[in-house]
């Protein structure tokens, strides 16, 4: 099963666009998980098994595992996913760009050491640098088109020829490098407007689309941008929202629970806004 | 010391504009290696052992160690350049690109975790991308420019105001982005005409200018076009060419030997055309 299937049965099946970030960041994990050796790992199942029934994606973050040498560590999270919900695609958030035999070797890493079924891709470097993540062809390489950060605007909003760059790589990836239907592309939530103008641009393409929860996206400007004339089509990403629900202190809740809690929330708040 | 300053005096120091890639790969490797689990960090310190006199830089391409699970193997090799070799600065290959709370992870991995001085950076997602490496003062930000792949015009070419693109980028590093003189640019070889355009643009920074050796660029040209009024501010880089100098087979040459030989070779011929 290609990465594109396995990601649309599951949003049928768990009637899901929220993909689930996991950025895992010792300070902020619960107290009685400050003095495990193994806490990354207690922390991401335990917010897995709690998601999961709600999420139509995984999204680990590899800068946050690579900072505290936990690679291993991301294999086991991702191991964990892959035996216990296989059906849910896992994409590894690692915006890898570099030429060719290089590539080749980010590839390895995403999908044969990781076990990702796609990968977040910078388009700098061109479609040399992205073809060989294409070489595996039951693999996804999600391609970074318009980022939700303010800088994104400093190239990616740059005229060319009367329409801003992240148009053009919308429409390279849509007209000439989706040539097998193993691309997506990567949108911010937090420019709604632009969001819209992108789904005109690329179909039915699955679009990853981080910046609700944390970064302040809002949800109905976002769904109504961001989905395809199904209704679907999107991996709307939540993940500090969801792993560090700030509730649960107040409350006395598991964080398990404020994580299970907050992406059912998100997930149906999507919903509301899907047709 | 700054990595401009530590690279500005190992340059005098080793009269050497190369530098000299680590993409280790073991089925390249001499025989004798294959079947040692310590392969990739003997050959690694075999290579920087003969080369070393020679480099004014060292840049470990960190996806052949990813692709590996040789994160590390990548730690002890960093670890001996900085013992052994302190006056030669390190420059992590990652081309890392992501939102500020993520590149502050990335920053740390190569900064703290690998002890670099320098990394390569993408553009794409724009200053707030680039600036969480900046805070790390007496680091380096080496941001891609003008690649030296094929696939590299897809976007690096685009006419952006009557001017390709990565015309726009050298002028936001120089102008804008470079605050604190911790930036270098990434401009391939293969195109001399556009790195004498770029050396044009921003004055006396560092470049970094892979694409000669394995890659085909040629070093006369490449050098005057790439040099300043001084005849410096170059990291031309070689990774195979010096790795697997084939010449050892042919020659009975021992492999670390036959590095060291194309490697000053490489040296003495960019020295040839520096002033």
Redesign the interface.
């Given at each position: 099963m290609t990465f594109i299937d396995k990601l649309s049965a599951v949003s049928v099946a768990s009637n899901s666009q929220l993909c689930v970030g996991l950025?895992p960041d010792p300070a902020k994990f619960p107290v009685h998980l400050h003095s495990k050796p193994d806490a990354i790992v207690q922390f991401c199942k335990a917010i897995i098994d709690a998601t999961a029934a709600t999420a139509c994606a995984f999204k680990p973050?590899i800068?946050?595992f690579?900072?505290l040498?936990a690679?291993e560590q991301l294999e086991e999270i991702c191991k964990y996913i892959r035996t216990n919900y296989p059906a849910i695609p896992i994409v590894l958030d690692a915006?890898?760009?570099?030429?060719?035999?290089?590539?080749e070797?980010?590839a390895?890493?995403a999908f044969?050491?990781y076990g990702a079924d796609a990968v977040t891709v910078?388009?700098?470097?061109?479609?040399?640098?992205?073809?060989p993540y294409l070489e595996w062809k039951d693999r996804g390489a999600i391609i970074?088109c318009r980022?939700?950060?303010?800088?994104?605007?400093?190239?990616?909003f740059?005229?060319?020829?009367g329409k801003p760059?992240y148009h053009?790589?919308a429409k390279?990836v849509a007209e000439k490098w989706n040539t097998n239907g193993q691309c997506g592309l990567v949108v911010g939530a937090t420019f709604p407007n632009e969001l819209a103008q992108v789904r005109a641009l690329v179909g039915d393409m699955p679009l990853l689309i981080p910046g609700i929860g944390a970064q302040g996206g809002d949800i109905k400007a976002t769904v109504e941008a961001g989905r395809t004339a199904a209704g679907a089509g999107m991996m709307i990403n939540s993940s500090r929202a969801i792993l560090y629900a700030k509730a649960y202190d107040a409350k006395g809740e598991d964080f398990a629970a404020a994580a299970r809690r907050v992406a059912q929330e998100t997930r149906d708040a999507i919903n509301q806004y899907r047709n």
């Open positions: 950025d973050q800068a946050y690579a900072a040498r690679e915006k890898r760009g570099d030429i060719g035999a290089t590539a070797q980010y390895r890493e044969e050491r910078n388009p700098y470097m061109g479609f040399d640098s992205v073809q970074l980022t939700s950060n303010a800088g994104g605007s400093d190239l990616q740059l005229n060319v020829d760059l053009h790589v390279l």
